[in-house]
């Protein structure tokens, strides 16, 4: 059975750290595309950054470029999102998901559409609360 499951969030003040980890059983993450999404209450569930495998490239939104970083262990199966200068913003559940990779061909409008779509994506975590006090 595939799961996935996020561990590391907590409470931290605004420009504190926090690492998430998502760690992956019944399937290879070498294997797929793996996207870190976040929700709050009443609002869609937006992407924040994923990895793709098989060109290994990695896609942040706007809104954490330069703040998170995503990086993975094939060994351990597992994804990890760090989260620096973290902001009160920056609060919500935060969600991972595997799917399928993209075509590397396509234009990168299309791939950046493709990789934050929440259709893209066959398996999702139950997610772990983030939350940044000002």
């Known amino acids: 059975e595939e799961r996935l499951v996020e561990s590391g969030g907590g409470l931290v003040q605004a420009g504190g750290s926090l690492r998430l980890s998502c760690a992956a059983s019944g399937f290879s993450i070498d294997d797929h595309i793996i996207g870190w999404f976040r929700q709050v209450p009443g609002k869609e569930r937006e992407g924040v950054s994923c990895?793709?495998?098989?060109?290994?490239?990695?896609y942040y939104s706007d809104s954490v470029k330069g703040r998170f970083t995503i990086a993975e262990d094939s060994a351990r199966n597992t994804v990890y999102l760090q989260m620096d200068d973290l902001k009160p913003e920056d609060t919500a559940v935060y969600y991972c998901?595997?799917?399928?990779?993209?075509?590397?061909?396509?234009?990168?409008?299309?791939?950046?559409?493709?990789?934050?779509?929440?259709?893209?994506?066959?398996?999702w975590g139950q997610g772990t609360q983030v939350t940044v006090a000002s």
């Open positions: 998901a595997a799917g399928i990779n993209p075509n590397p061909t396509y234009p990168q409008e299309l791939i950046r559409r493709w990789v934050f779509s929440v259709v893209s994506y066959k398996f």
């Open positions: 990895i793709t495998n098989n060109d290994d490239a990695t």
